[in-house]
């Protein structure tokens, strides 16, 4: 810093290439259309703010730029300009005064000393992208827009100037038909950032507030973490049926069990070993029962000795009842692994006649009745749930946590619910 002339140090904070995170700094290569996802709070205006500096602005006040005529693009009129353009992170404060646009407010355009435009456009009112021509575009908050796709549109036939017009989406990602549109096009390229990769530039009392109140959600994989959540088609659990499912408070339980499914291998790129705790309230009729599932213990890369002890580390901890464990593949091999590390632990063998799929359902179904409640902390275990379909497991890998916990549920709801005395005729 001593050896910046005066002039240096004045520009040093305009120099965003120098401040910028990665998922701020546009990625290399011939894209069409550049969408920054992040969490609230993740510098995503930042992004879409710098980056039409960077189109615009040439190496002097008044040389061109790359782009001479920008599209910005909001939810509302309103929105674009005390957002996208007089915001904190909007375009005027983030211009170093010598290159800094003048606000016509009734023209709704920003006029850079050079010459170049921007104009400020409703996606509520997409019919007025008929006309204008751009070569650049700026869109913020896309996932929120109602008339998305109509405004997509109409965007698309307006860039057609210079030799290679392009668009940045900065947007908190949603589950929407035209942003994953957007997505699915070979010409786009994607950047993503959690809310906590922003935290220099956050109040500490703002992130601790919402982690307390939306880690573990799907509200704050969203809205926090950054993450689109897609439902895959047809799958046996939805992430709203899973999102229904979490409660904060566990109560009282009849009975606690550890499921396991057990690994083949044990090096670094082998299935896991899903561990999976749960326990029941039984009292009454079984349509009156309720299963809580309480942890995801599953480990990775660990022999089977890792895996037995991690298994009865979970009974300990939570005072499980009981060990089951799959033994297709490892047969007698699994019990024995099982007894070098507690001789006494009550263990019981479960095999498995169908497959995972046929298995599954009857688990997906105490879902849908609202008969299963999540604790905090399953996400891993909840994603793996959300693709599982008919067709079978549509992830990465197999899904052993999935597994386990289908073993887990089947000991605690679905087999003792079918030998549960029911009155007899004669009784009634």
Not at 75 to 92: A, C, F, K, P, W
Not at 198 to 219: H, I, P, Q
Not at 342 to 371: C, N, S
Not at 384 to 412: C, F, I, K, N
Request: hydrophobic share 40%.
């Amino acid at each position: 810093m001593n050896d910046l002339t005066e002039g240096e140090l004045c520009a040093l904070p305009f120099l965003f290439d120098f401040w910028a995170m990665p998922h701020q700094l546009p990625p290399e290569g011939d894209w069409r259309t550049w969408v920054v996802m992040g969490g609230r709070g993740a510098g995503k205006t930042r992004a879409g703010a710098e980056w039409v500096r960077g189109k615009v602005e040439g190496s002097c006040p008044l040389e061109p730029g790359v782009a001479r005529r920008v599209a910005l693009v909001g939810e509302t009129y309103d929105q674009v300009r005390d957002v996208m353009i007089l915001g904190d992170s909007g375009i005027m404060t983030c211009s170093p005064p010598d290159r800094r646009p003048e606000w016509k407010i009734t023209e709704r355009k920003l006029i850079w000393p050079n010459g170049a435009e921007a104009q400020a456009f409703s996606a509520s009112d997409p019919e007025r992208l008929r006309g204008p021509q751009f070569d650049a575009a700026w869109l913020d908050e896309l996932a929120k827009w109602r008339r998305g796709r109509e405004t997509w549109d109409m965007l698309q036939f307006a860039l057609r100037l210079g030799d290679f017009p392009q668009a940045c989406v900065t947007t908190t990602p949603r589950n929407v038909e035209v942003l994953k549109m957007v997505l699915s096009m070979e010409t786009t390229v994607t950047s993503q950032a959690p809310t906590e990769a922003n935290r220099a530039n956050l109040a500490k009392s703002f992130l601790e507030e919402v982690r307390r109140m939306y880690s573990g959600t799907r509200l704050g994989r969203q809205e926090l973490d950054g993450v689109m959540l897609v439902d895959t088609e047809g799958a046996l659990w939805t992430h709203d049926m899973i999102e229904q499912a979490r409660i904060r408070t566990i109560p009282a339980m009849d009975r606690v069990i550890v499921a396991l499914d057990p690994a083949v291998s044990s090096n670094d790129k082998s299935d896991a070993c899903g561990i999976i705790v749960a326990g029941a309230q039984t009292q009454g009729p079984p349509q009156d029962w309720r299963a809580y599932v309480l942890a995801d213990c599953t480990i990775r890369g660990v022999g089977p000795v890792g895996w037995a002890c991690a298994a009865i580390a979970a009974m300990d901890q939570y005072g499980a009842e009981r060990l089951i464990a799959e033994v297709n593949q490892g047969g007698q091999l699994v019990e024995e692994v099982i007894r070098q590390v507690d001789p006494f632990v009550p263990y019981k063998a479960v095999h498995a006649a169908r497959g995972k799929i046929a298995r599954a359902e009857p688990v997906a179904a105490l879902y849908q009745q609202g008969r299963v409640r999540h604790a905090e902390g399953l996400l891993d275990l909840e994603e793996q749930m959300s693709r599982m379909t008919p067709r079978g497991y549509e992830g990465e890998g197999s899904p052993d946590r999935v597994d386990a916990l289908v073993w887990a549920l089947h000991e605690l709801m679905i087999a003792p619910a079918r030998h549960y005395r029911r009155p007899s005729l004669r009784m009634l």
